[in-house]
Each structure stands twice: as C-alpha cells, then as structure tokens.
C-alpha cells in the first residue's frame, strides 16, 4: 500500500471514529429519554395529587350525606309537628311552616352539592385511570428505550475499540515524518488528505501539475501546490 495510500485510510478511519465517538455522545446524554423521564415523573405526580383529590372528594360525599340524613330527619320531624294535628295556635303553626320552608331549601342545596361532588369524583375517578395507563405506558417505554440505549452503546463503543486498533495499526506503517506532516496539515485544514479527480485536488478544486501527478505515480507523498494538502491519486 502506498504511502499516500495509508494516509487515505488513516484520515477514513479517524473519521468515522469521531463520528462515532459522536453518536455515543447523543446515546449518552438521551435527551429524548430524559425528557420522557420528566414526562413520566409528571405523569406519577399527576396521578398521586388526583388520588388525594378523589380521597378528599370521597370524604366530602359522605359529610354531605351524613349532613342531608340529618336534614331530612329533622324535616320529617318538623313534618309530624306541623300535620299532626297537634298546633293549636297561629303564631306556631306560622313557625312551623317557616321552619319546613327553610329546611326544604337547605336539603335542596346540600343535594345539589352533593350531586356536584358525585360528578367531581367521576370525574376525578376518570381522570387518576387515565393519568395512570399514560404512566405505566411511558414507564414501559423507558425500559424499552434505555435497554436499547445501553445495546446501542455497546455497539458503538465495539466499534470504537475496532476502529482504534485499526487506526493504531496503521500508523505503525507510516513514518514520523510522514506522520508529523500529516498531523501538521490537520490542524489547518479540517481533512489533511485530498484527492485527485481528473488531475483536479478536490480539496480547492484547483489543477494538478503533471510533475505532481508523476511523484504520486512512483508511490512518494506530494502536497497540493494551492491547498497544501496530501494528494492522493486512486489507481
């Protein structure tokens, strides 16, 4: 293999493993997963504060059906009072009656109350079942997803040691100068190695002299007169 050659594959190998390295950045930090974690989390605190909503609404319906059996006892016993033939006077008979009037209405308000309440708890009811299959299918798919995140990772992190090894071996082909040089033009221009198609550097897409194109056909490394990249020429 070439000199210009091994340079080729070096700069391929270096950059599929930054792009891996890459793509085990994104896997590690799992933003779409943290945010159904939050998601989720939400979801679980929803459904706890709905549940004391529904405790609270429930004892709420029974003080009001405590409070309306007393009414309606004490309506009954106010009903005996007034029919039971027993009023002998105007005054009391008149008390009586506004006594059963306002306590009609009372039992009135405490059943609309009461009816309200009945309506909130289905509601709250309806709402805690929904909030808890929408908690346990997200909790689901976190599991999903983080088994597969822990999957992808291992591939990539194979692919990563793969990738290394092969860059190593590589590099214990090329010599220090050429690595040197290599190295140098790296860290001026963002791919160090350039190609020649139809005797044109794809780099600067500039022309190649011949004498160039020459050196690069007798296997020795040539630098682009314009760009200052590596050239090489594929067979």
Same mark, same amino acid.
């Given at each position: 293999?070439?000199?210009?050659?091994?340079?080729?594959?070096? /700069?391929?190998?270096?950059?599929?493993?930054?792009?891996?390295?890459?793509?085990?950045?994104?896997?590690?930090?799992?933003?779409?997963?943290?945010?159904? %974690?939050? $998601?989720?989390?939400?979801?679980?605190? /929803?459904?706890? $504060?709905?549940?004391?909503? #529904?405790? &609270?609404?429930?004892?709420?319906?029974?003080?009001?059906?405590?409070?309306?059996? !007393?009414?309606?006892?004490?309506?009954?016993? *106010?009903?005996?009072?007034?029919?039971?033939?027993?009023?002998?006077?105007?005054? /009391?008979?008149?008390?009586?009656?506004?006594?059963?009037?306002?306590?009609?209405?009372?039992?009135?308000?405490?059943?609309?109350?009461?009816?309200?309440?009945?309506?909130?708890? $289905?509601?709250?009811?309806?709402?805690?079942?929904? @909030?808890?299959?929408?908690?346990?299918?997200?909790?689901?798919?976190?599991?999903?997803?983080?088994?597969?995140?822990?999957? *992808? %990772?291992? &591939?990539?992190?194979?692919? !990563?040691?793969?990738? &290394?090894?092969? %860059?190593?071996? #590589?590099?214990?082909?090329?010599?220090?100068?050429?690595?040197?040089?290599?190295?140098?033009?790296?860290?001026?221009? *963002?791919?160090?190695?350039?190609? #020649?198609?139809?005797?044109?550097?794809?780099?600067? *897409?500039?022309?190649?002299?011949?004498? @160039?194109? @020459?050196?690069?056909?007798?296997?020795?490394?040539? @630098?682009?007169?314009?760009?200052?990249?590596?050239?090489?020429?594929?067979?």
């Amino acid at each position: 293999m070439k000199i210009t050659e091994q340079l080729w594959r070096l /700069q391929e190998l270096e950059e599929q493993l930054k792009e891996a390295n890459n793509q085990k950045k994104i896997f590690m930090g799992g933003k779409e997963i943290q945010g159904n %974690i939050q $998601e989720h989390k939400n979801l679980k605190r /929803q459904y706890e $504060e709905t549940k004391l909503s #529904i405790d &609270t609404k429930k004892i709420d319906i029974k003080r009001l059906e405590q409070l309306l059996e !007393v009414m309606n006892a004490k309506k009954e016993e *106010n009903r005996g009072n007034l029919y039971g033939g027993k009023i002998n006077d105007l005054k /009391q008979l008149g008390i009586l009656l506004k006594d059963q009037e306002k306590m009609e209405a009372e039992v009135s308000e405490i059943e609309k109350e009461l009816l309200r309440a009945i309506e909130l708890l $289905e509601e709250y009811e309806k709402n805690s079942e929904e @909030t808890y299959d929408g908690e346990r299918k997200l909790g689901s798919q976190i599991k999903k997803m983080l088994s597969d995140r822990q999957k *992808n %990772i291992e &591939t990539i992190e194979k692919t !990563v040691e793969d990738l &290394t090894h092969q %860059i190593e071996e #590589i590099k214990a082909l090329i010599s220090k100068k050429e690595m040197d040089l290599y190295e140098y033009i790296k860290t001026r221009k *963002n791919r160090p190695v350039a190609q #020649i198609n139809e005797d044109i550097c794809t780099g600067c *897409n500039m022309d190649v002299p011949l004498m @160039t194109i @020459t050196l690069l056909r007798k296997g020795e490394i040539a @630098t682009c007169d314009n760009c200052g990249r590596i050239l090489h020429k594929s067979e």
